[in-house]
DNA sequence: CGGCTTCTTGATCAAGGTCAACCTTTGTGG
DNA sequence: CCACAAAGGTTGACCTTGATCAAGAAGCCG
């Protein structure tokens, strides 16, 4: 984890998307007082670990992330994929005690904000806290469509749907959408996140690809026909949410 | 839904106990103001549906309930289980719209509450909302769990799990524990809580049994023996929390 | 050019879904 | 209180999905 130099918050390219909240002047200068660095971390390496008591809370500037969960027998489950303006390690910021850890996924950079401080966050501005709740409520909402996910349908709808998922969230933030995406993840990525095995993780593919549907190449997605591979995995869109929290 | 006689918020039962965050006077006074009724609702009917508009919030006061999620293709994921004290119908409360539907799975009766009004407890009520957050990522810690559960786990081992992680539940609601509780989930409940056939969650029981850890007779769990049956289950107990929100 | 990790593919086999028949419990109306 | 219907539970046969294992092919560094 290497120090960077400074983005002011006042001029946070990320703050300007449609997607988030948009500030008064005294929520922004609470929030500028919140941040303290802004520091890289290379891919691959871990962003939170479990057994860690850091007590810091990180907003995703740039790059992809994942949250997964250590089970006993040492298999691994990719919980979320992390975006930028995604915020990492409220729960045990919140809580105390981590439960889960965070790796990076590509490269990425990140705002480190003061976690104690968030406290103060509930005294004072009650707008950055509904957008806090929304945003909770929010995510809420995609993790029960995630669990409906992994309990009814099989591999290649599994994997079709959370292309669509990705995908979605990426135009929400700004991508300016054709018909592809960045991709970085790897087979073993998808196997942990979608409870499969890197085999078949693969002719899961194969089908998305002999149907027409979509292919992943060279860390891109594909979308071939939106409309069907919808259809086939279910998926019903993202929810047009009203400004998250971003920190 | 039949209505039926008030239960004065200041002296309701459930608050008493030490899973949920003390009210001050003031807080206690804003609570029975959201209260507008108490209604029972028998078993297996509805209490939100998918369609509806209602802004209704309740507070599940005794009886057990399901959230569910119905998929395209007609199958239907369970979410959730819930008990006495939690909250239902927050999500549509606060951002409109709802997703999912919430049934009732014995007689339940309903503290039914303003949703509407929720949004004053932004204002001038922090100690309120701190709850409700820390409940929120509570919620979403045991969420992470199951999702884990489901995605890398077989059949034996999920409901084991499902067993420990509601019985503690209870426990933590007083409970006073011994080695058995109610447990009036029916074969296709479980099965569609954790993605699974109803005969495989039969196969999955007998082997439970076979094995000496658990057994679901009469409508009652009991519990064999919780050692083994939590590391079978990869169970690792939930978090002592922090004053839960009981609105 | 080794020595990594990742991807691909095929063979084998266990977990678990589907279907069907039958049985038991629960609930309802006479 | 009984008769019957409906819902839920049990069991077995069969077959699909997907896990596991292994071996080889690309890529991708240093």
Same mark, same amino acid.
Request: aromatic share 6%; with cysteine.
């Given at each position: 984890m290497r120090a960077t130099r400074h983005v002011p918050c006042k001029t946070c390219? &990320?703050? @300007? /998307?449609?997607?988030f909240k948009p500030f008064s002047e005294q929520e922004l200068r609470f929030v500028a007082t919140l941040k303290t660095a802004h520091v890289t971390v290379p891919a691959n /390496?871990?962003?939170?670990?479990? $057994? #860690? @008591?850091?007590g810091a809370l990180y907003t995703l500037f740039s790059g992809w992330a994942f949250r997964y969960l250590r089970l006993p027998d040492g298999s691994r489950q990719i919980l979320d994929f992390l975006l930028p303006g995604d915020l990492i390690g409220l729960q045990p910021a919140f &809580? *105390?005690?981590?439960n889960y850890g965070v790796t990076a996924l590509t490269a990425v950079s990140l705002c480190v904000l003061? $976690? =104690? #401080?968030?406290? #103060?966050?509930?005294?004072?501005h009650p707008g950055l806290v509904r957008a806090l709740v929304a945003t909770l409520l929010e995510e809420k909402r995609r993790t029960d469509r995630r669990l409906a996910v992994l309990g009814r349908r099989q591999g290649p709808q599994r994997i079709g749907y959370l292309m669509l998922e990705t995908f979605d969230r990426l135009v929400q933030q *700004? &991508?300016? =959408?054709?018909?592809e995406c960045p991709f970085p993840l790897r087979r073993r990525h998808l196997a942990d996140a979608l409870g499969l095995s890197g085999s078949h993780v693969n002719r899961s593919l194969d089908e998305l690809q002999a149907r027409g549907l979509a292919t992943i190449e060279d860390r891109r997605l594909l979308i071939r026909d939106r409309e069907r591979l919808a259809a086939f995995a279910g998926y019903t869109g993202l929810n047009e949410l009203m400004g998250r929290l971003i920190l």
């Amino acid at each position: 984890m290497r120090a960077t130099r400074h983005v002011p918050c006042k001029t946070c390219p &990320l703050r @300007q /998307q449609r997607l988030f909240k948009p500030f008064s002047e005294q929520e922004l200068r609470f929030v500028a007082t919140l941040k303290t660095a802004h520091v890289t971390v290379p891919a691959n /390496q871990p962003i939170l670990e479990l $057994g #860690a @008591q850091s007590g810091a809370l990180y907003t995703l500037f740039s790059g992809w992330a994942f949250r997964y969960l250590r089970l006993p027998d040492g298999s691994r489950q990719i919980l979320d994929f992390l975006l930028p303006g995604d915020l990492i390690g409220l729960q045990p910021a919140f &809580l *105390g005690g981590i439960n889960y850890g965070v790796t990076a996924l590509t490269a990425v950079s990140l705002c480190v904000l003061h $976690g =104690a #401080a968030i406290d #103060a966050l509930f005294d004072g501005h009650p707008g950055l806290v509904r957008a806090l709740v929304a945003t909770l409520l929010e995510e809420k909402r995609r993790t029960d469509r995630r669990l409906a996910v992994l309990g009814r349908r099989q591999g290649p709808q599994r994997i079709g749907y959370l292309m669509l998922e990705t995908f979605d969230r990426l135009v929400q933030q *700004g &991508l300016d =959408a054709g018909t592809e995406c960045p991709f970085p993840l790897r087979r073993r990525h998808l196997a942990d996140a979608l409870g499969l095995s890197g085999s078949h993780v693969n002719r899961s593919l194969d089908e998305l690809q002999a149907r027409g549907l979509a292919t992943i190449e060279d860390r891109r997605l594909l979308i071939r026909d939106r409309e069907r591979l919808a259809a086939f995995a279910g998926y019903t869109g993202l929810n047009e949410l009203m400004g998250r929290l971003i920190l």
